[in-house]
């Protein structure tokens, strides 16, 4: 089945830099990409996602990359805020989505 | 509140009893997950309905977990002679369509405790 490896396990950032988590995939077949963010006390949520069709795709200060031959993806959070503290989770998806273990991300002031 | 309902939110019990959790997903949606999360880690998928008919179940699912869905709306998890290892958040999620790739939205989950 599939496995998804996820690093750094924790990422501090200055506000206002940027943060990059990275993931790969083992099944060569997935073809969906999201990410989630959790926050304490809640489910993960959608903050975007990826198909396998696409290589990049940009949402205000989020951008995520795939590279299908190297079975990688990355999230980019650039400009970071305070907010964007939290747990981020990648997965990958042929016919069920599978987490990584997640990116705890601290925003420092 | 339309989002996923989760019950209880918090669940103290001793080993060997069992428990039951519900999830009430977003109206209408026809796909409704199942995930299991431990301190630390990411959710680990447990089972899925399509409507009422359960469609996979992973391995992590022993015989003391069994899932419904009767008539494809709320569903529920019980959990058989628990023990120890069964301490955890458990995730449910429910999704619009029929297919696989789509946006799952969460509920707050049920911390189950086993003493």
């Known amino acids: ?109 | 509140d339309t989002g996923v309902s989760q019950n209880p939110r918090h669940k103290i019990t001793k080993r060997g009893q069992n428990v039951t959790f519900r999830c009430d997903p977003i109206s209408e949606h026809n796909r409704l997950y199942w995930y299991r999360q431990t301190l630390g880690q990411g959710p680990e998928f447990l089972t899925y309905f399509q409507n009422e008919a359960q469609l996979e179940k992973s391995r992590l699912l022993s015989d003391r977990f069994s899932a419904e869905r009767p008539k494809g709306s709320f569903s529920t998890l019980e959990i058989q002679r628990t023990e120890q290892g069964d301490s955890a958040m458990y995730l449910c999620a429910s999704s619009p369509g029929t297919g696989a790739n789509e946006k799952l939205f969460f509920g707050s989950g049920t911390q189950l405790s086993v003493l």
């Open chain 1, 1 to 109: 089945g599939e496995n998804v490896e996820q690093h750094p396990s924790t990422l501090s950032v200055q506000e206002g830099d940027s943060a990059v988590i990275k993931c790969t995939y083992s099944d060569s077949a997935s073809n969906y990409f999201p990410w989630y963010k959790q926050e304490l006390g809640k489910g993960p949520q959608l903050i975007i996602d990826i198909r396998s069709n696409v290589g990049e795709k940009k949402d205000q200060r989020i951008a995520v990359t795939l590279n299908k031959t190297a079975k990688h993806f990355s999230l980019h959070i650039t400009e970071t805020q305070p907010e964007d503290s939290a747990v981020y989770f990648c997965a990958a998806s042929m016919d069920k989505i599978i987490f990584g273990k997640g990116t705890r991300l601290h925003i420092l002031p």
